[in-house]
């Protein structure tokens, strides 16, 4: 028995050659499409970002409009509409309406009028596609809306109305590009879904190894060494890059592309042969751990022609130092913190205070620091042990208390504010977003995993002694002279 649907097979090879690892997808749109297959009214695309959706559905469209020798023999015809093009909803209508008279090609008709709602877009729609010139019984028009999802000002009856648009023109085909779709998009039934899943690390190598991704071939090499060279590389980025940098095909094909020169580097000076991976990899292995090569920013000021490596280390020192990152009073209560997790609580009083002789005590003070018959073992330096937890208002009372100091230089004759305002609690979620501030305690501390601002929340200072004391210098304070031995 002879099938009931004409596919066009020689369009469907073609367009599997264009897009590889695509088959299945691209043989459901063209049943689901093809007006003399198993067209459907309505029909969601849906995928992450950059999986082929739209190239395939345009490329597709293209194709099947174009089979036809004539004009009047086809027997498809297709209108894309992007969102992102769109601002609000009514210029999304006119949009429409203007795409679809561009492909009908309708003669005497003016501008575009003014379409605000969806009742005016239904009514145009109409007189276009279902009154329009006479055509053949099979022939369809498919109207495609990409992005609908993130459309600006979209009205909640949106999509919708869209996807009855076909029980008003019979010979209308609507697709719908999405992101993530609801259970509930259109408040149809029995609407067809297409998934454009991610692709794998197999289908990333088969692509990356055709044009125009694969390079030009390096020098003293072959084209098929040059080939076998770039897939095993192609590989390799991806399993160093592709979870953290690079998780879509363009950004995997320039992460390739940047690294490329890098790693076929010693090929081009003729230390190593292009067969020789293993020793190609260890060589560039300090590219595939940092992603910062990755940045283009980043990558022009480290090969800033006639900088010294000096000035190169400084500058990467300098972009990277926590006295150059954070504001004042961030830096002022990541100070404070390293005191409250390496000082005991009983010292707060005489290192703190200014109750009984006008000035603090630094270093301890008044605390005997003298050694006895009976301990004869040394005591470990507080800033080598490993940080204690804290509550978070004594972290905000030590604080308190030495920010006029340290602001003021250490006369403590500048009158500077001392309270606690929101800057603090943005400081503190800073530092926390950050893991300056590590909070402590189940379930997310004392007073649970919600609020961040409890007093009674215990946190843990996130940073050693070498990159406090340059946070401290960058204030002017000596930090070691706060600590308690």
């Not at 099947?64 to 509409?81: C, F, G, K, P, R």
């Not at 109409?126 to 099979?138: A, C, F, I, S, V």
Request: aromatic share 6%; with cysteine; charged share 20%.
């Amino acid at each position: 028995m002879a099938s009931i649907f004409e596919l066009p097979d020689d369009l469907i090879a073609s367009l599997i050659e264009s897009f590889p690892c695509r088959d299945a997808q691209i043989r459901a749109l063209v049943t689901l499409l093809y007006p003399r297959a198993a067209p459907c009214r309505n029909l969601i695309i849906h995928g992450t970002e950059a999986t082929g959706k739209s190239a395939v559905t345009a490329r597709l469209l293209e194709v099947l409009s174009s089979s036809a020798t004539t004009e009047s023999d086809s027997l498809l015809n297709y209108a894309i509409v992007k969102s992102a093009e769109c601002v609000t909803a009514r210029h999304l209508f006119e949009r429409t309406v203007g795409s679809v008279t561009n492909a009908l090609r309708v003669e005497g008709r003016g501008a575009v009028g003014r379409c605000e709602t969806l009742a005016m877009l239904t009514v145009e729609l109409t007189k276009l596609l279902k009154y329009g010139q006479h055509r053949d019984k099979e022939w369809r028009f498919v109207l495609v809306f990409d992005g609908i999802d993130r459309q600006r000002e979209a009205p909640p009856t949106l999509l919708p109305a869209l996807a009855r648009l076909s029980e008003i023109i019979p010979n209308l085909t609507t697709i719908f590009v999405l992101t993530p779709p609801s259970p509930s998009l259109l408040r149809v039934s029995s609407v067809p879904q297409l998934y454009f899943p991610p692709y794998t690390k197999p289908e990333y190598i088969t692509i990356l190894s055709r044009e125009p991704y694969i390079p030009p071939s390096l020098p003293n090499t072959t084209a098929q060494e040059t080939a076998d060279l770039w897939t095993r590389f192609a590989a390799a980025v991806h399993d160093a890059l592709a979870k953290s940098a690079s998780r879509t095909l363009p950004g995997l094909a320039r992460a390739c592309a940047a690294l490329w020169p890098r790693f076929t580097a010693p090929v081009a000076a003729g230390t190593h042969r292009a067969r020789e991976f293993t020793k190609l990899l260890v060589a560039a292995r300090a590219y595939f751990q940092d992603e910062a090569v990755l940045e283009p920013g980043i990558t022009l000021a480290s090969t800033t022609k006639g900088a010294t490596t000096a000035e190169r280390e400084a500058r990467s020192k300098s972009t990277k130092d926590l006295a150059t990152l954070l504001p004042p009073t961030a830096r002022l209560l990541l100070i404070a913190a390293y005191l409250a997790s390496h000082n005991a609580p009983r010292h707060d009083q005489t290192v703190f205070s200014t109750w009984h002789s006008g000035r603090r005590r630094r270093g301890g003070g008044g605390i005997s620091q003298h050694v006895t018959k009976r301990s004869k073992h040394r005591k470990i330096a507080r800033k080598l042990l490993g940080p204690s937890a804290f509550v978070l208002e004594r972290m905000v009372a030590i604080y308190a208390a030495t920010r006029r100091e340290w602001v003021s230089g250490g006369d403590g004759e500048d009158q500077v504010n001392v309270t606690v305002d929101g800057d603090v609690g943005m400081a503190i979620a800073t530092l926390a977003s950050l893991r300056l501030l590590v909070r402590v305690g189940g379930a997310g501390g004392a007073g649970g995993a919600g609020d961040t601002m409890d007093r009674g929340g215990k946190w843990r200072v996130g940073v050693g002694w070498e990159v406090i004391r340059g946070v401290g210098r960058s204030m002017g304070v000596e930090v070691e002279e706060w600590l308690v031995e």
